[in-house]
């Protein structure tokens, strides 16, 4: 069993099973900076269990596992911006959302691969005004 202290002292499989039976404890967050250990978290735990991540330098690998937030120095810094982009991204786009955001702050706008879609207008200005809130 591995175990990490950067989780105090829990073991990795032990996870899902105290948010399914422990009363009141709904979520959890993880700072190894594991991905594997994110995929497997949010696979083996009930949708009704939040997942977040802490690793500020995994954010956007984290977000794409579909963890449900996170708890971080980066987010914590400016968390208005953190929660209307998050409001504004959702995951099934977020690599197209990511690189539109990226281009509103004078990156080079391409295309999304296939099959996803560009965004639509609508999802731009959500991004855009949450970008606002940065001044950017």
């Known amino acids: 069993m591995e175990h990490d202290p950067r989780q105090g002292g829990t073991i990795r499989g032990l996870m899902p099973r105290i948010m399914d039976e422990v009363p009141g404890v709904v979520g959890m ?4 900076g594991d991905l594997k250990f ?6 083996e735990t009930s949708k009704d269990n939040l997942v977040l991540t802490a690793a500020s330098a995994l954010l956007c690998p984290a977000f794409a596992l579909a963890v449900d937030g996170a708890i971080s120095a980066l ?5 208005g911006v953190c929660v209307s982009l998050w409001n504004a991204i959702p995951h099934d786009l977020l690599p197209a959302c990511v690189k539109y955001a990226q281009h509103r702050q004078g990156l080079r706008l391409y295309p999304p691969r296939a099959p996803m ?20």
Do not use: C, M
């Open 117 to 136: 879609r560009p965004l639509d207008a609508g999802r731009n200005e959500a991004i855009d005004a949450a970008l606002r809130l940065l001044s950017v």
């Open 75 to 79: 987010t914590t810094a400016v968390p």
């Open 29 to 32: 967050k993880q700072s190894p």
């Open 38 to 43: 994110i995929s497997d978290l949010v696979a």
